[in-house]
């Protein structure tokens, strides 16, 4: 698909027209954009003023940083899953093992 943005934007927006008690919308952000247009704002404009939570490796302070911007949610997944602590406080991520739980580790 060259350009999926049109097809995402209209799932948003038939989402939001047939399912008006929909909580949030949840996107998964591009970590490393290729060309710096690879960007979920396309779909925070479409779902405006309901709830955006994005998800993407975020650590504390980048969380906070974009909530702050944008005043969605942000979800964290498998650093959080391995380190619940640091988000409650200043303490950086410690980066869980690809494919690797936080219960399967040896050591």
Same mark, same amino acid.
């Given at each position: 698909m060259d350009d999926p943005k049109p097809t995402f934007a209209y799932l948003a927006q038939r989402i939001k027209e047939l399912h008006p008690n929909f909580a949030f919308f949840e996107a998964v952000e591009v970590e490393r954009p290729r060309d710096g247009k690879e960007s979920n704002e396309f779909l925070r404009e479409v779902w405006a003023p309901k709830i955006f939570m994005s998800n993407s490796g975020y650590d504390r302070q980048k969380g906070m940083e974009l909530a702050d911007r944008t005043g969605g949610l942000v979800s964290y997944g498998r650093d959080f899953l391995a380190n619940v602590g640091p988000l409650f406080s200043n303490v950086s991520?410690? $980066?869980?093992?690809?494919?690797?739980?936080? /219960?399967? $580790? /040896?050591?």
């Open positions: 991520l410690h $980066r869980s093992d690809e494919g690797c739980s936080p /219960t399967c $580790r /040896t050591s």
